[in-house]
């Protein structure tokens, strides 16, 4: 895996009979993640807030050729913990196993907002959602073929760190600086739980992955004013990638033979920007244990899911 070896989605291993979970599937990343997937003969399930935009967005693939057969339409609102208790159920229903979740999907510097549970919308989609998620799917994923976990951070998170005593910003509240805290927080949940799937001797690995700077609606769609200015009608136009070639290093950790628990995979481009899939370096902040165990616990209490054997 270097700059040499320029690797696409075309060098997917074939993926048949294998069943995926993408969540944010509709647009950007999750589109991009779902097309490269099903292209290689995947089933994936779509998990969408949206269940109308993800029927467009599957009609859409079907058009291009994919099997309608190889895909699946979920609703899934991750800042509303009863929606992912019932996502969860139907999957357990609908599959016997899950082979990869791919947590993609996020919110980015809306004005501030609560969850349905009473907390801080970012934290709760990209966090505590994804936290959820995984703990009330593992036992799935525990029976499927090559069982991975890839969480989607950012670059951010490099900017962030946890605000414990104020995890809403009911003292303060910076969008900019909340979204940084949440993807602070995927970071640290990715690390932790590759820390105690390997304790239990799971067969599933826990991978973390960031796309650089990719042009998406995360940018435009929610985000207060000053952010969309900043990196909707300036910064995409001038630095970001198209959801392809953003999508890649997700891909790459969902994928690739060589990928091992653990492992931050990202752009080896300048600043990771962009570029080709590499392992890219967690800040230590995030990679501290005494961090992630002490989120691992506040995530249980605020989500009330506990993962088995861990």
């Not at 799935?140 to 760190?161: E, K, M």
């Not at 370096?281 to 209490?301: C, F, I, K």
């Amino acid at each position: 895996m270097t700059r040499k070896q320029r690797w696409t989605a075309d060098l997917i291993p074939d993926q048949t009979g294998r069943v995926f979970v993408v969540t944010g599937a509709n647009s950007g990343l999750g589109l991009a993640t779902t097309r490269a997937l099903v292209g290689r003969g995947a089933h994936v399930v779509l998990a969408v807030r949206d269940e109308e935009k993800g029927r467009a967005a599957a009609a859409g693939l079907a058009a291009d050729g994919v099997e309608p057969g190889l895909l699946d339409v979920r609703r899934l609102d991750l800042a509303d913990l009863d929606s992912v208790r019932a996502f969860a159920d139907r999957m357990r229903a609908e599959h016997r196993r899950l082979d990869v979740l791919v947590n993609n999907a996020g919110v980015m510097a809306p004005p501030r907002t609560l969850s349905p549970q009473g907390h801080e919308l970012q934290f709760a989609v990209n966090h505590l959602g994804h936290f959820a998620l995984t703990g009330l799917l593992l036992d799935l994923l525990a029976a499927g073929r090559d069982p991975r976990v890839v969480t989607v951070s950012s670059i951010n998170h490099r900017q962030g760190s946890l605000r414990f005593d104020d995890l809403a910003g009911e003292r303060g509240y910076a969008p900019m600086a909340f979204y940084n805290q949440s993807k602070f927080a995927n970071a640290v949940f990715g690390r932790e739980l590759h820390r105690r799937l390997t304790a239990t001797a799971s067969p599933v690995r826990g991978v973390l992955a960031h796309p650089g700077y990719t042009a998406t609606n995360l940018q435009t769609k929610d985000t207060s004013g000053l952010a969309r200015l900043v990196f909707g009608r300036i910064g995409n136009p001038l630095l970001a990638q198209r959801p392809e070639r953003g999508a890649l290093p997700q891909l790459y950790a969902a994928t690739a033979p060589d990928v091992t628990g653990g492992d931050f995979i990202g752009p080896d481009g300048p600043a990771e920007l962009r570029g080709t899939p590499t392992r890219v370096r967690l800040s230590a902040p995030a990679a501290d244990p005494e961090t992630g165990r002490r989120l691992w616990a506040l995530s249980e209490d605020l989500t009330g899911v506990r993962y088995p054997g861990a």
